[in-house]
């Protein structure tokens, strides 16, 4: 089972408590003393959560008085992200998944920057294979920022759905991605059940909480098993579009 920091569990705990509300804008948090006597941890761990929240605008220090919630930044309204078991089901037909793994890794360069974390900072990482009807059509690759779920190593997702389990702990607000044709790796397509030169289609997705980025996924799907669309209704004011 992965360690995860001790300040990173109290950011985590902080951040909850901002998000439902425990704290408002303007309130107090405790002070250093209070969540190293609170979380068991020294006062230097307590300060470094303290910091960082501060540095990420969520949190602000007045000398002499403590530190407070600070974070006024709007928030977007929600997305709806449709996940692939819903669209299995949808269809009519059989779900399953495989884990084929769930564990800690050191951000990268590229994760880094994505989460706006320093390199080798702990992420949590999962490999999740999509069946439709016993057919591999989904690998599904995450990284998720501990600090938004620190217990996502320990979930089921062949229980629930990590879109689900996220939602919950940190309701999405924003999402972006983009859509590219990809040839798998050996390695991908050993999961996927299909030949190297198959096409595929991959979508990269960050997600956002209204506390930051949530998640980073990588998502493959065999071309000839599966295809986007959807239905666009158009108003006078966008025919031109057309």
């Known amino acids: ?20 509300g425990d704290y408002l804008p303007g309130a107090q ?4 003393n209070q969540l190293a006597e609170k979380h068991g941890v ?15 605008g969520i949190l602000a220090r007045s000398q002499g008085a ?8 709007p928030m977007s309204s929600m997305l709806t992200i449709s996940g692939i078991r819903d669209e299995v089901l949808a269809r009519g037909h059989d779900y399953q998944c495989h884990v084929l793994a769930q564990k800690s890794v050191p951000a990268d360069s590229y994760a880094a ?6 390199e080798c900072e702990p992420m949590f990482h999962s490999l999740i294979l999509h069946l439709e009807n016993e057919v591999p059509i989904q690998l599904e690759s995450r990284l998720v920022n501990p600090v938004m779920a620190p217990d996502y190593l ?22 972006d991605h983009s859509v590219e044709a990809v040839l798998a790796t050996t390695e991908e397509a050993g999961y996927l059940q299909i030949a190297t030169t198959i096409p595929c289609l991959q979508i990269h997705r960050r997600t956002y909480s209204r ?7 990588r998502l493959i799907h065999p ?10 209704h158009f108003s006078p004011s966008n025919e031109d579009a057309l």
């Open 29 to 32: 948090v405790l002070s250093e």
């Open 211 to 217: 506390r930051g980025v949530v998640s980073l996924a």
């Open 154 to 175: 320990e979930q089921n997702f062949t229980a629930v759905t990590v879109n689900q389990y996220l939602n919950t702990i940190a309701p999405l607000t924003e999402a």
């Open 66 to 73: 403590g530190t407070f919630v600070c974070d006024q930044r």
């Open 42 to 56: 020294s006062r230097m761990t307590a300060r470094r959560a303290l910091t960082e929240l501060v540095d990420e």
């Open 1 to 20: 089972m992965s360690v995860i920091p001790q300040f990173i569990r109290i950011k985590a705990s902080l951040l909850a408590a901002i998000e439902q």
């Open 223 to 232: 071309g000839n098993r599966y295809r986007l669309g959807g239905h666009l």
């Open 113 to 118: 920057s994505c989460f706006g974390v320093a």
